[in-house]
């Protein structure tokens, strides 16, 4: 079983930087595909950045070249880095993770995944 924690959400201004950071325990979350997702009020959840087991990694359009996904697989930590932040980043973000193969059409996809973590929210204006 997997525990997710978020940390590193806060407000901050337009054009500033974030770096999000999601600890796993329990089981290992190393060979795990691990995404970011985000959820504004009113608004569906919707999937961020993708970071798969081996590290190959997608991104939505909205955030592509602005944000970036990395893992660290000997510490079960995964990081998005927001760039560029502008006030519709604004949202709470959650990191998800799946241990079973996820389809790479579908890794933006939350059904997707199993695991969950509270999320932390980010504020930008």
């Known amino acids: 079983h997997v525990q997710l924690v978020e940390s590193g959400g806060g407000s901050v201004q337009v054009g500033g930087s974030l770096t999000l950071t999601c600890t796993g325990s329990g089981d290992t979350i190393s060979t795990h595909c691990m995404s970011w997702f985000r959820q504004a009020p009113g608004q569906e959840r919707e999937g961020v950045a993708t970071i798969e087991s081996g590290g190959k990694t997608m991104y939505a359009d909205t955030v592509k070249g602005r944000f970036t996904i990395a893992r660290d697989w000997t510490r079960d930590i995964v990081y998005l880095r927001m760039g560029s932040l502008k006030p519709e980043d604004t949202a709470m973000y959650y990191c998800?993770?799946?241990?079973?193969?996820?389809?790479?059409?579908?890794?933006?996809?939350?059904?997707?995944?199993?695991?969950w973590g509270q999320g932390t929210q980010v504020t930008v204006s």
């Open positions: 998800a993770a799946e241990a079973g193969r996820v389809m790479w059409s579908l890794l933006l996809d939350q059904y997707q995944y199993r695991y």
